[in-house]
């Protein structure tokens, strides 16, 4: 009992973090597509239009996307930019940094600091970025049946996808090219499901790690993600 109680703590405690990340990540961008933008009218700027729909489909609160708006309309803000560090870990393996930051000179020591203190190296720009396909990521919270998401999948028009457990247990993962993301949340949309959508780096060649290196490698990430300016990390 006891130990049921602290996994769903545990489990409770990866979701919200999550959350808030997403959270944290869109409120950026909308600031960012409004000063971009030069407004906070969605119907006058396309891309704040979008990063919006983006918003809401991840479930981000209203409250928090108007408090973006506002808070990009008052104009006592940073302007916000993104970048990719591209390091190496343990065993083989390599990571991608997204960073959306208003401070880039902060953000590149913040990073190269966990890099360095976690014993990792950072690599070249396009060291190890050729090694990765740009996907869709559609995330739900629930174990998929394969041939039920089949079915609905070429219902809905899509070519091609695959299909893994998610980093929390008892959530899936669905990889499509992003020119079919609609189409793949239609699909999941008709199941039941109602997807949480990113665009992440997926390697072409992974690499099996010793379980120690694994462990390494996840104590990298978890330090990377916990900094402000760093959105997610590809591995």
């Known amino acids: 009992m006891g130990r049921a109680a602290a996994v769903r703590a545990a489990t409770k405690g990866k979701t919200d973090a999550k959350k808030a990340k997403t ?45 973006a708006i506002k808070k990009a309309s008052e104009g006592n803000i940073g302007d916000f930019s993104e970048s990719t560090f591209e390091a190496y870990g343990n065993g083989g ?12 000179n902060r953000a590149s020591a913040e990073v190269k600091n966990v890099v360095n203190k ?28 394969e041939e039920a998401l089949l ?8 070519d091609d996808f695959e299909m893994i457990d998610g980093d929390i247990e008892s959530t899936t993962k669905v990889f499509v090219e992003p020119k079919e993301s609609s189409a793949m949340k239609a699909a999941l949309e008709a199941m039941g499901h109602d997807p949480n959508i990113e665009l992440i780096y997926v390697s072409k060649a992974p690499v099996e790690c010793s379980d120690e290196d694994f ?19 590809d591995h």
Do not use: T
Not at 93 to 103: E, Q, R, Y
Not at 217 to 226: R, S
């Open 23 to 67: 959270n944290g990540l869109y409120g950026k961008k909308i600031i960012m597509a409004v000063k971009q933008g030069g407004s906070p009218d969605p119907v006058a700027n396309r891309a704040l239009h979008d990063v919006i729909q983006a918003a809401k489909r991840n479930s981000v609160p209203a409250d928090n996307i108007q408090r």
């Open 118 to 145: 976690k014993n990792a190296k950072l690599a070249e720009s396009g060291s190890v970025l050729f090694m990765y396909d740009r996907k869709s990521c559609l995330e739900v919270n629930a174990e998929l049946d």
């Open 215 to 233: 462990e390494k490698n996840m104590d990298i990430i978890d330090a990377l993600e916990e900094l402000d300016d760093v959105d997610s990390v």
């Open 93 to 104: 393996a390599s990571l991608i940094i997204n960073v959306l930051s208003d401070n880039a």
């Open 151 to 158: 079915e609905a999948a070429i219902d809905a028009g899509v």
